[in-house]
């Protein structure tokens, strides 16, 4: 059976649990790597980073479609964890790709922590560092196994 109606059996509690986060970072990645794929670099990107190291190394254009790539393939993660079912495997199996995409956006955050320092935009920075502590919450309990 793949939910039981028993409140004392967890599995049900831990497979919404694991759809829930899957649902948070698809529509995170999706908006945010989806947006910057069909809108394109922003008018106001180069006056934001002209001044700062991504100017030179690796470039403006491709400081932005690296990010942009990024956030795609977090998303495209989300997607294929959804596509697996990866939610409804069993406790004592970590879903692979939904852990994959996890630790991949750790990284994300960490390159848009970046930027946020690069510009003097601390409050940003905060708030990034709230999201990566978040996604280390879901990591944990994606990850932990449940007896």
């Known amino acids: 059976m793949i939910f ?7 599995d049900w509690c831990r497979r919404g649990a694991l759809l829930a986060i899957n649902f948070l970072f698809l529509m995170v990645w999706g908006f945010a790597g ?3 794929v069909t809108q394109g670099k922003p008018s106001w990107f180069n006056d934001k980073f002209g001044q700062t190291i991504l100017a030179k190394v690796p470039g403006l254009t491709a400081t932005f ?13 989300a ?5 697996r079912g990866e939610f409804l495997e069993k406790q004592n199996r970590v879903p692979w790709m ?35 502590a978040g996604t280390l919450v879901c990591l944990h309990y994606v990850t932990a196994r449940i007896e």
């Open 4 to 10: 039981s109606v028993n409140p004392t059996y967890p």
């Open 34 to 36: 989806i947006g910057k």
């Open 65 to 77: 479609w690296l990010l942009a790539g990024a956030e795609v393939l977090a998303f495209l993660l």
């Open 79 to 83: 997607l294929g964890a959804v596509g």
């Open 98 to 132: 939904l852990k994959t995409m996890l630790v991949w956006s750790l990284f994300v955050f960490v390159m848009l922590g970046f930027g946020q320092w690069l510009t003097n935009e601390f409050n940003g920075t905060a708030q990034l560092f709230a999201y990566f």
